[in-house]
């Protein structure tokens, strides 16, 4: 049986046989004929009892890849698994995360690149005791360091906890247990959630592995560099691989350890196609090869944070910053008693104004953010109501003041900014609310004193940062101190080591507090605790370092659990919550999501399903929601219905999923007419509700 690159989306990673004259191993990489084409394939595993096509007259086998060797046991078991879990076919799978590079390639093609690398990386090493002396370590470290020893020796599939406040010294924990693969001639999986935002951790590896060959597999290298990175990893040559979450899928022969850093991140999740969970298959994985699986994270998940807490993980803490910093004093400002003026309440609390000021004077760095990109997220008229709502989706077109563009964040619609309100003509269209842009021109006219030179705002939002190299260089400025105010979305809250910010601000975080997602306020606290942790990194400065939170909820439970840094005490609150209302992880999920030209359409289809599941003896398992309309129902005039399936047990409700998805492949081809839906898609352990 080989898994087939067959260019059709439907048929994508269909199971076809052919004929081979010499026995074929599975995992060998093939180029099979296809209708009038050739194409990739990967040799797999007869399934038992299957019935080899006889009588058929078979196509051959083109060529095998013999230049390479065959995809290993643990890496199909971890593609079969995957495929079973997130119910797709293993083809699907196996074909999209190998380098799509490799599908184009024949035989001599990859013998040639296979020399290439084989050559690059055969290239003198340099010298290895010239390494900068290592940091002692503290004593936690030490501690959380000889659990992953004694761990491994002891149940080396286990899955540890490493629960480790922002600028603890988790990353050093890391390296010291990626050393020990390493001297083992074993080779480090190290997974980050964003690599374009992590040069830094990328910066550490090399340098402390000066010796080791390292490479990074993530989706902004191109072509060519992937596969490089790939075989690198494939041939066993690359002692450690750093990438994003396709990377958990890499071929790794000699692997000793995964480490998945800020394990809680939802990119971990893939959102479209397969919709695994990177850090559930590293966990999976983990345990299939017997190799030690670190999750780190300063706010792990709940699913995480249930599983330490009852054992199921080994649990390592480091409850203290390295050099004995404080995390930042947390302020509440209640906006009810902000002053009004005006022009209406003021972006910034003046108490807030003054504290930036005072940081700017003493020549230390300030941090704002707020999650909203753009000038303000709609335009609006007052004499007539109208509202610069996107014609295609069911969401405001954002004002950019740069270029003077209405744009729709969700299909991309961009327009130049109408001189005068479309409906009625009124010249005087104003904008409501305020993203990052707005908040960089406000603070530029609040901030500064007379005495003082005008203060540096720079901001960091996916708008500022477009442009390649646009980052790299707008974090070297702060970096390089030459920025007193930096303003971004949740860009900037991630895992940067600033080392001269001793004030972050949360702008307007409130909006997350009432969202109908059962997971925001889990996020929201991870993203404050995050972005706390970018102050006060230089010890020397700790103890002045606060965060400053703008909000009209100021007794919610969620700030005051974040005004003791009290992570735990928080998990606890939602966790009874999710027990109380039987939600993850007290239950398990899936999601079955329809897209069509109207809503009606989507409904149908789901109804249809949800009849198919009536049916099956597996469904008394599970709980089947009625339809309703994603939260953005409308994108790009296409409308989107989702449907919540839920059973306190994941094994029913994997029963209930194998049984149930062939029914649907049946209904979406009977499917047809008017009210014909173009997508559908089952997620399993759904992130976003
Ligand atoms: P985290 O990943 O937990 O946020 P980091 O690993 O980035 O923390 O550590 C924070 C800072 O402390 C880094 O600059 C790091 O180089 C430094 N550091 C970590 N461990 C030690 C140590 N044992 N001795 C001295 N400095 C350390
Ligand atoms: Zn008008
Ligand atoms: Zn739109």
């Not at 936690?140 to 480790?164: K, N």
């Not at 480490?259 to 893939?270: A, R, T």
């Not at 997350?512 to 020397?540: I, K, T, V």
């Amino acid at each position: 049986m080989v898994f087939v690159d067959a260019p059709r989306h439907a048929d994508l990673g269909a199971a076809l046989t052919y004929a081979s004259e010499s026995p074929l191993a599975p995992g060998t990489l093939v180029r099979v004929p296809l209708g009038r084409r050739d194409v990739a394939g990967i040799v797999w595993d007869e399934a038992p009892g299957h019935p080899s096509d006889r009588g058929i007259e078979l196509r051959s086998v083109t060529e095998a890849v013999r230049s390479l060797p065959p995809l290993g046991d643990h890496w199909r078991r971890l593609i079969d698994f995957a495929a079973s879990y997130y119910q797709r076919s293993g083809g699907e799978i196996a074909l999209s995360v190998v380098p799509p590079e490799l599908r184009r390639l024949d035989d001599a093609q990859v013998a040639a690149r296979r020399a290439k690398v084989e050559k690059a990386f055969a290239a003198p090493r340099p010298p290895v005791g010239a390494a900068a002396a290592l940091p002692e370590l503290s004593p936690e470290q030490s501690a959380a360091l000889d659990q992953i020893r004694a761990q491994r020796a002891r149940d080396p599939g286990m899955t540890l906890l490493l629960h480790g406040v922002t600028g603890s010294g988790k990353t050093e924990v890391y390296l010291r247990a990626a050393d020990d693969a390493l001297a083992q001639q074993r080779q480090a999986l190290v997974l980050v959630p964003e690599i374009n935002l992590t040069p830094q951790l990328e910066a550490r590896f090399a340098e402390r592995f000066a010796g080791h060959r390292i490479v990074s597999l993530h989706s902004g290298l191109t072509p060519a560099q992937r596969l490089r990175s790939w075989l690198a990893a494939h041939l066993g040559l690359a002692d450690l691989v750093l990438g994003t979450r396709l990377a958990v899928f890499a071929s790794l022969p000699r692997l000793g350890l995964i480490v998945v850093d800020e394990e809680h991140d939802p990119s971990y999740k893939q959102q479209e196609g397969a919709r695994y969970s990177a850090r559930d298959l590293a966990i999976y994985r983990g345990k299939l090869e017997g190799v030690p699986i670190v999750l780190g994270s300063a706010t792990p998940s709940l699913e995480t944070w249930q599983r330490a807490t009852q054992g199921r993980y080994a649990a390592l803490s480091l409850s203290r910053r390295i050099g004995g910093g404080s995390l930042p004093a947390v302020r509440l400002i209640d906006m009810n008693r902000a002053p009004q003026s005006a022009g209406g309440r003021p972006a910034l609390a003046p108490l807030l104004v003054e504290a930036l000021n005072q940081r700017i004077a003493a020549g230390e760095q300030s941090l704002v953010f707020l999650n909203r990109r753009g000038y303000a997220p709609v335009l609006h008229c007052a004499d007539c109501g109208w509202k610069s709502a996107c014609p295609h989706c069911s969401a405001w077109r954002v004002f950019h003041k740069i270029d003077r563009s209405l744009r729709c964040h969700h299909c991309g619609l961009a327009e130049r900014v109408p001189s005068a309100c479309p409906e009625c003509g009124n010249l005087d269209i104003a904008p409501i609310g305020r993203g990052t842009e707005r908040l960089e021109e406000q603070l530029a006219e609040l901030l500064g004193r007379p005495e003082q030179r005008p203060a540096r705002i720079a901001r960091i939002d996916a708008d500022s940062t477009r442009r390649k190299g646009a980052l790299e260089a707008q974090l070297g400025a702060v970096h390089a101190g030459d920025v007193d105010v930096l303003v971004g979305t949740q860009m900037i809250t991630k895992g940067h080591d600033f080392r001269r910010i001793t004030l972050v601000a949360a702008v307007n975080p409130d909006t997350s507090l009432f969202s109908s997602d059962f997971r925001a306020p889990e996020r929201l606290f991870a993203l404050l605790m995050q972005a706390a942790g970018r102050a006060g990194r230089d010890a020397s400065q700790s103890g002045r370092s606060e965060m400053w939170v703008q909000t009209w909820h100021p007794a919610h439970p969620l700030y005051q659990a974040l005004t003791r840094h009290d992570f735990a005490a928080f998990a606890a609150s939602q966790l009874a919550e999710r027990e109380a209302a039987g939600l993850p992880p007290f239950s398990h999920l899936a999601m079955l999501r329809a897209e069509a030209r109207t809503q009606e359409g989507a409904r149908a289809f789901l109804d249809g399903a949800a009849q198919c599941a009536a049916e099956l003896p597996e469904a008394a398992a599970v709980t089947v929601y009625p339809a309703v309309p994603t939260s953005i129902a409308r994108v790009a005039d296409v409308e989107r219905m989702q449907m919540l399936i839920e059973s306190p047990s994941r094994a029913a409700l994997q029963r209930f999923l194998a049984r149930w998805l062939p029914d649907l492949h049946i209904l979406r081809r009977a499917n047809s007419g008017e009210a014909r839906i173009l997508r559908w898609a089952v997620d399993v352990d759904p992130l976003a509700i």
